[in-house]
């Protein structure tokens, strides 16, 4: 991968030289989908099975069969009765087979040699296998494509977190999201804190009023350092990406878009609208493959004057910290489960049952399982779910953070919003990969 000069902020907000998807309509779609919030006394807590209910058969297909897809193809089965893994798709034959071991071992589902697929059709080829649902957890560059593909195949869509890693993608996949409320089918994504009853019930209780009006939020998730994987004798430079994705950004987004979007998306769920601009600055000390940071800071700005602040590291050896806190002009919340007035005392919290007590009531379920409970309850009582757009929103908050970041630079939404920034090559093959090198962004070039 040969080496190129530092992008200026210009270049981290637009690359033309990269191929771009087909998004008419979703600048001007997008900017009037911030999500809102319920008035004061009118908040309720929807019903949360622990189990959907039951039905005909449902078949679903798995593409991207890494960790995460393994467990997400676990959590759907665990959600109810009559549910199916049919078929897998991956580039690489041994997370496949470690995928069907890891089924066979766990839940003694076997998948035939038919119906596994290799390559990057594989997608196309496993929604076309006789499915009604795909889940989607291929690293997240693949996103807005196999969400406009399954869309286009009449399929219901579960999509892992981020559903994408730029602006291109992001309207993307807004686009299809649309496409397929008009088609009747069901999205459900994996920001996981929105089904958590301890966090659904927090914001229940702050957006009623119980800690008075919003005013800012402090937002963090210190953590260790991800997994590596270092290049190999023989590996191209496609294989060794893909292979370490996760420290690669065009194809995770780095660690701000691809896991600190859970926490961002906590913000956003609160706040119920967008900012306007993103004040960002970050840097690396400790990663040794890749091309991304190990640390950002972020301050949004918001159409009031309001101004919240994300916090992401992943470096091993320092202090953790994961926590959403919510501000408030009568108080502030954890929004894990805790509310304090301004003098720090502690106000409510949430009522975390024994395990062994007889009501259950407040028994907070596994998140990875309850969205594949809500999709399969969505689709069996054909009350359609889709929250495509909360996701594509805070996908698109957490790349204006790493944009300003990198460049070191204010970035507006509607910078954001009018971006025709794409990441990755234009096609895909085991081979070379020209004009993405390994090099670490570095603030303020031009």
Same mark, same amino acid.
């Given at each position: 991968m040969k080496n190129e000069k530092e992008l200026s902020r210009r270049k981290f907000l637009s690359n033309t030289a990269l191929a771009t998807i087909g998004t008419?309509?979703?600048?001007?779609?997008?900017?009037?989908?911030?999500?809102?919030?319920?008035?004061?006394?009118?908040?309720?807590?929807?019903?949360?099975?622990?189990?959907?209910?039951?039905?005909?058969?449902?078949?679903?297909?798995?593409?991207?069969?890494?960790?995460?897809?393994?467990?997400?193809?676990?959590?759907?089965?665990?959600?109810?009765?009559?549910?199916?893994?049919?078929?897998?798709?991956?580039?690489?034959?041994?997370?496949?087979d470690k995928c069907r071991d890891e089924l066979k071992t766990q839940k003694n589902v076997e998948i035939p040699d038919e119906k596994c697929f290799l390559g990057f059709d594989n997608y196309e080829k496993v929604i076309d296998?006789?499915?009604?649902?795909?889940?989607?957890?291929?690293?997240?560059?693949?996103?807005?494509?196999?969400?406009?593909?399954?869309?286009?195949?009449?399929?219901?869509?579960?999509m892992e977190k981020p559903c994408a890693v730029d602006p291109v993608g992001a309207r993307s996949v807004m686009v299809s999201s649309e496409r397929a409320k008009q088609s009747g089918l069901c999205i459900v994504s994996g920001?996981?804190?929105r089904v958590q009853k301890d966090f659904m019930e927090t914001r229940r209780r702050v957006l009623n009023g119980e800690i008075g009006e919003i005013v800012s939020a402090h937002i963090i998730r210190n953590g260790g350092s991800l997994w590596v994987i270092k290049r190999q004798p023989g590996m191209t430079d496609m294989e060794y990406m893909l292979r370490n994705w996760a420290n690669f950004c065009w194809l995770s987004g780095d660690h701000i878009v691809e896991q600190f979007i859970h926490e961002i998306d906590v913000m956003n769920w609160y706040i119920g609208k967008n900012p306007v601009k993103a004040m960002g600055w970050g840097g690396r000390q400790r990663r040794i493959t890749g091309d991304q940071y190990d640390?950002?800071?972020?301050?949004?700005?918001?159409?009031?004057?309001?101004?919240?602040?994300?916090?992401?590291?992943?470096?091993? +050896?320092?202090?953790?910290?994961?926590?959403?806190?919510? $501000? &408030?002009?009568?108080?502030?919340?954890?929004?894990? !489960?805790?509310?304090?007035?301004?003098?720090?005392?502690?106000?409510?919290?949430y009522p975390y049952p024994e395990e062994n007590a007889t009501d259950q009531t407040w028994k907070v379920i596994d998140p990875y399982v309850q969205e594949h409970i809500n999709l399969v309850t969505a689709i069996r009582t054909e009350n359609i779910v889709n929250d495509a757009e909360a996701q594509v929103n805070s996908t698109l908050i957490s790349i204006m953070g790493r944009i300003s970041a990198y460049s070191g630079k204010d970035v507006t939404w509607d910078e954001v919003m009018n971006s025709d920034l794409?990441? +990755?090559?234009?096609?895909?093959?085991?081979?070379?990969? $020209? &004009?993405?090198?390994?090099?670490?962004?570095?603030? !303020?070039?031009?």
């Amino acid at each position: 991968m040969k080496n190129e000069k530092e992008l200026s902020r210009r270049k981290f907000l637009s690359n033309t030289a990269l191929a771009t998807i087909g998004t008419i309509g979703a600048v001007q779609l997008l900017s009037s989908c911030a999500g809102s919030s319920a008035k004061k006394g009118e908040l309720k807590l929807p019903e949360l099975l622990t189990q959907a209910p039951d039905g005909k058969v449902l078949k679903a297909g798995l593409i991207g069969c890494g960790g995460r897809g393994t467990g997400a193809a676990i959590n759907f089965l665990d959600a109810g009765p009559n549910l199916q893994i049919v078929a897998l798709g991956d580039v690489f034959q041994d997370r496949l087979d470690k995928c069907r071991d890891e089924l066979k071992t766990q839940k003694n589902v076997e998948i035939p040699d038919e119906k596994c697929f290799l390559g990057f059709d594989n997608y196309e080829k496993v929604i076309d296998s006789g499915v009604d649902i795909v889940l989607l957890c291929t690293p997240p560059h693949f996103r807005p494509q196999h969400v406009e593909a399954a869309v286009k195949a009449g399929k219901h869509i579960f999509m892992e977190k981020p559903c994408a890693v730029d602006p291109v993608g992001a309207r993307s996949v807004m686009v299809s999201s649309e496409r397929a409320k008009q088609s009747g089918l069901c999205i459900v994504s994996g920001t996981i804190r929105r089904v958590q009853k301890d966090f659904m019930e927090t914001r229940r209780r702050v957006l009623n009023g119980e800690i008075g009006e919003i005013v800012s939020a402090h937002i963090i998730r210190n953590g260790g350092s991800l997994w590596v994987i270092k290049r190999q004798p023989g590996m191209t430079d496609m294989e060794y990406m893909l292979r370490n994705w996760a420290n690669f950004c065009w194809l995770s987004g780095d660690h701000i878009v691809e896991q600190f979007i859970h926490e961002i998306d906590v913000m956003n769920w609160y706040i119920g609208k967008n900012p306007v601009k993103a004040m960002g600055w970050g840097g690396r000390q400790r990663r040794i493959t890749g091309d991304q940071y190990d640390f950002f800071s972020i301050e949004y700005l918001y159409d009031n004057g309001m101004q919240t602040h994300c916090a992401a590291r992943q470096i091993t +050896g320092c202090s953790n910290l994961t926590k959403q806190l919510i $501000t &408030g002009t009568k108080g502030f919340a954890n929004a894990k !489960g805790q509310l304090y007035n301004l003098k720090g005392e502690e106000i409510w919290t949430y009522p975390y049952p024994e395990e062994n007590a007889t009501d259950q009531t407040w028994k907070v379920i596994d998140p990875y399982v309850q969205e594949h409970i809500n999709l399969v309850t969505a689709i069996r009582t054909e009350n359609i779910v889709n929250d495509a757009e909360a996701q594509v929103n805070s996908t698109l908050i957490s790349i204006m953070g790493r944009i300003s970041a990198y460049s070191g630079k204010d970035v507006t939404w509607d910078e954001v919003m009018n971006s025709d920034l794409y990441l +990755g090559p234009k096609t895909y093959a085991f081979g070379p990969v $020209t &004009g993405i090198p390994e090099t670490i962004p570095v603030i !303020g070039a031009m």
